[in-house]
């Protein structure tokens, strides 16, 4: 059988038979929907392996020449011409180059086959899930941003309620995706950063009496536009408009995904537009964490149930801000917890199906009532109201570290993170769990992460001096400490008078200036006998530190991490200590 023939002046052409192998479809490596991505990254990676072994054979082959713009083809062994038996020198040189040829094919092949278990195991975790991001919708006029809460906040929010219906959609919450509001947020980065596979990106523009809406579906791994939603509708009715937008992109991503809905699209919970603007801004200031913010909160609450007094949610976040106003040490517990219990009850009374007031019950059991199996009914009945909830299972983490179960509480808060992973609430929850198991390093990592994503957040900075007392890292807390007071807001004078008592007594003079303090506090009738039991237990002022401790516990505040707060170890030795415990409600 002859390959080659000769041709005259021009070298050599191949003449044999030569049959095209067609390559599988893309078809083939669609098992399912959910598989695309298989067939996608293997084609890539056999493509990338093509390229890369025609480079290498250019390579390999000598120069040709050209006679009349023609390229003369060359070849090394023919029929008619034998080859020449290649040296030593020669075959070493074309078996590394056919090493090269090989690892450069397998490295190719390995990449698209990492590429695709990368995506097949990040879908493993999630559940099969796939994962959404609905950020805030912009105006295409900056001008006039008065309407925030009617349609960057209003129109997210509906759609968010839309998505969540959806058989295999995990949603982020609108207290995630808030922040996102900026004219020019680039949506990728904000897809990255809440760890989605798609981020919705949105604007508007008012016109007429008339709203219209553009929309996006990004695919965050590629950067590419999957999908696009142009709506126009009437503005006279703001919740028709929101619903109908909303059901409108819902039921264009249920048609492109082919899933189905699995449970009710959730209800903004009330027919007053002004009460819900007020509700949504009450959400967002709560949500701060921020001493200042959480009273405006209580205040946007309290208007939006004057103005509809059926208004279950905005009962249920009034409660949660009153109970967040104790745990601030803002007030005191007798005066806001019986507040939040009588919010909390009436929400439930409206709407017994609202996972998060089922939570802030459950704190108020464990936190005010010290009935901590009441506390556990109310968290599994949350839980199981809404599972993808990331305050329920925040809630319930924070429970179970009070209980000192740590392996369970770090499984919720680690949930919590995959539903809403730029929660920096979410991190200072896993490191004060961290914290509270001992786990000292590890808590300063996640300590020091939170504080970063939220460089005003007190909290933080508060856990990580402690974090950094139990290391024995005694400058590093006290750097953390003065970070705190400066938060806080303390005067330049006071932050010196910090730095001289540190630098002369070390953390004993600070502990003792900070008792001093505490206790001008009860004697101008704020006591804080949680904070007096823990600075008495630092200065080995044990009687002292009981008698705080008996103090509080009859305030019903402040004792939630009596069973595992490492302040209070130089008091466990104490049969008094254990009675306490028992008192308390913990066993």
């Known amino acids: ?93 074309l078996i590394l180059k056919l090493a090269a040829i090989s690892v450069i094919l397998l490295a190719s092949v390995g990449l698209g086959l990492y590429l695709y278990s990368e995506y097949f195991s990040n879908a493993v975790r999630t559940g099969g899930k796939r994962s959404f991001a609905v950020l805030p919708v912009r105006p295409l006029n900056a001008a006039n941003r008065d309407d925030v809460y009617d349609y960057e906040i209003g129109i ?88 109908a937008i909303a059901v409108e992109i819902g039921s264009l991503l249920k048609e492109r995904f082919s899933t189905t809905r699995n449970r009710p699209t959730a209800k903004r919970g009330t027919d007053n537009e002004e009460a819900y603007r007020l509700y949504l801004h009450g959400a967002a200031l709560a949500d701060k964490q921020h001493h200042t913010e959480v009273f405006k909160a209580i205040e946007c609450f309290e208007k939006a149930i004057q103005l509809d007094p059926n208004y279950a ?33 009436k929400a439930l009374a409206i709407d017994d199906t609202l996972a998060e007031a089922h939570s802030y019950l459950a704190e108020i059991k464990s936190d005010f009532e010290r009935d901590f199996a009441g506390a556990e009914r109310e968290h599994k009945r949350a839980l199981e109201l809404d599972p993808n909830s990331p305050i329920a299972h925040r809630m319930y983490s924070l429970f179970l570290t009070y209980l000192g179960r740590h392996d369970e509480s770090l499984s919720e808060i680690k949930t919590a993170i995959d539903l809403e992973p730029a929660s920096v609430l979410n991190q200072l929850l896993l490191g004060r769990s961290l914290l509270f198991a001992r786990r000292y390093d590890e808590a300063v990592t996640h300590l020091e992460r939170a504080a970063e994503m939220d460089p005003e957040f007190l909290y933080p900075h508060q856990s990580l001096v402690i974090a950094y007392r ?15 007071r400066i938060i806080a807001g303390e005067e330049q004078s006071e932050l010196h008078g910090w730095r001289s008592t540190y630098a002369l007594s070390g ?50 505040g402040g004792l939630t991490y009596l069973k595992v707060h490492p302040r209070f170890d130089s008091l466990r030795s104490d049969p008094r200590f254990d009675d306490l415990v028992k008192r308390a409600g913990f066993e």
């Open 1 to 93: 059988m002859r390959f080659v023939e000769t041709v005259q002046k021009h070298g050599y052409r191949f003449v044999a038979d030569v049959k095209r192998i067609e390559p599988l479809a893309e078809g083939v490596f669609r098992a399912n929907e959910d598989s695309i991505l298989s067939a996608t990254y293997l084609s890539r990676a056999r493509d990338s392996a093509d390229l890369a072994e025609r480079r290498v054979f250019d390579r390999l082959s000598p120069p040709a020449t050209a006679e009349d713009g023609h390229p003369e083809m060359s070849v090394t062994a023919t029929e008619a011409v034998p080859p020449e038996e290649p040296t030593s020198a020669a075959r070493s040189t």
């Open 156 to 243: 997210a929010e509906a759609v968010i309620h839309q998505l969540n219906s959806l058989k295999g959609f995990t949603v982020r919450p609108i207290s995630s995706t808030r922040q996102y509001s900026d004219i020019a947020q680039d949506p990728i980065a904000a897809g990255r950063e809440q760890k989605v596979d798609y981020v919705l990106a949105s604007n508007y523009q008012i016109a007429d009496g008339r709203i219209r809406v553009t929309s996006q579906l990004l695919n965050v791994a590629t950067g590419e536009t999957d999908l696009t939603y142009k709506g126009e509708k009437p503005v006279a009715d703001l919740f028709a408009m929101q619903d």
């Open 313 to 345: 949610l905005a009962y249920a976040r009034l409660a949660n801000a009153q109970s967040t106003v104790v745990g601030n040490r803002s007030g005191a517990a007798g005066e806001q917890y019986p507040k939040a219990k009588a919010a909390i009850e």
């Open 470 to 484: 139990m290391k024995g890292d005694n400058d590093k807390a006290f750097e953390s400490f003065l970070r705190s």
């Open 507 to 556: 953390w004993d003079g600070i502990f003792e200036r900070q008792l001093e303090k505490a206790k001008v506090q009860e004697r101008n009738g704020k006591p804080n006998y949680n904070l007096l039991a823990n600075l008495s237990s630092e200065l080995g002022r044990r009687e002292e530190a009981f008698a705080y401790l008996e103090k509080a516990l009859v305030q019903h």
